[in-house]
Antibody
Framework: QVQLVESGGGVVQPGRSLRLSCAVS????????MHWVRQAPGKGLEWVAV????????YYADSVTGRLTISRDNSDNTLYLQMNGLRAEDTAVYYCARDSYDISTARGLDAFDIWGQGTMVAVSS | SSELTQDPAVSVALGQTVRITCQGDSLRSYYASWYQQKPGQAPVLVMY???NRPSGIPARFSGSNSGNTASLTITGAQAEDEADYYCNFGDTSAHHWVFGGGTRLTVL
């Protein structure tokens, strides 16, 4: 069964750090780019970051560049988001999502086809 | 501009047809995808490549893209379709993905 399971969320003070994890199962993790998408309370979806299938390329939304770092461990089927210098505006549910493009088949849907259930990050003093 | 604009809220009578729209200049160049999100749940892909349904999505959902406007149409809306709907595109050359602000669909 294809599954993405986020963990690591919690309450943290402004300026502190947190690392989110996304454990993947049910598909060949190393064949897909992965994204983080967040949703502030009562707000819409915001794309945060993407990492290529091999981890060599990483791109970020302007709002998080320099503070959040995406990474992955293909040997452990896990995606990460290291969050440093947290701000109140980073308070959100953080979702990991699979990019549908499969490098082994060179086919995709141009969409996020699988999502985790999300993990909540609250930045508050 | 890479922004996508959606109406904040739309309502439809049970069994009737509703169209949810998403406007943005980038839609002239990129495919739109659509996500359904029910309260307390993760988003679910309901349409990709402008007008393709993933497996498991009911046939009452359809999509289109004309000019700078992408649309998600529900023909014969059901109570379970009540949700927030988000459009999205991926600018793969700029490595940047954008979501619309979302439309809350109420089924009356």
């Amino acid at each position: 069964q294809v599954q993405l399971v986020e963990s690591g969320g919690g309450v943290v003070q402004p300026g502190r750090s947190l690392r989110l994890s996304c454990a993947v199962s049910g598909f060949t993790f190393r064949n897909y780019a992965m994204h983080w998408v967040r949703q502030a309370p009562g707000k819409g979806l915001e794309w945060v970051a993407v990492i290529s299938y091999d981890g060599n390329k990483k791109y970020y939304a302007d709002s998080v560049t320099g503070r959040l770092t995406i990474s992955r461990d293909n040997s452990d089927n896990t995606l990460y988001l290291q969050m440093n210098g947290l701000r109140a505006e980073d308070t959100a549910v953080y979702y990991c999502a699979r990019d549908s493009y499969d490098i082994s088949t060179a086919r995709g849907l141009d969409a996020f086809d699988i999502w985790g259930q999300g993990t909540m990050v609250a930045v508050s003093s | 501009s890479s922004e996508l604009t959606q109406d904040p809220a739309v309502s439809v009578a049970l069994g009737q047809t509703v169209r949810i729209t998403c406007q943005g200049d980038s839609l002239r160049s990129y495919y739109a995808s659509w996500y359904q999100q029910k309260p307390g749940q993760a988003p679910v892909l309901v349409m990709y490549g402008n007008n393709n349904r993933p497996s498991g999505i009911p046939a009452r959902f359809s999509g289109s893209n004309s000019g700078n406007t992408a649309s998600l149409t529900i023909t014969g809306a059901q109570a379970e379709d009540e949700a927030d709907y988000y459009c999205n595109f991926g600018d793969t050359s700029a490595h940047h993905w954008v979501f619309g602000g979302g439309t809350r669909l109420t089924v009356l």
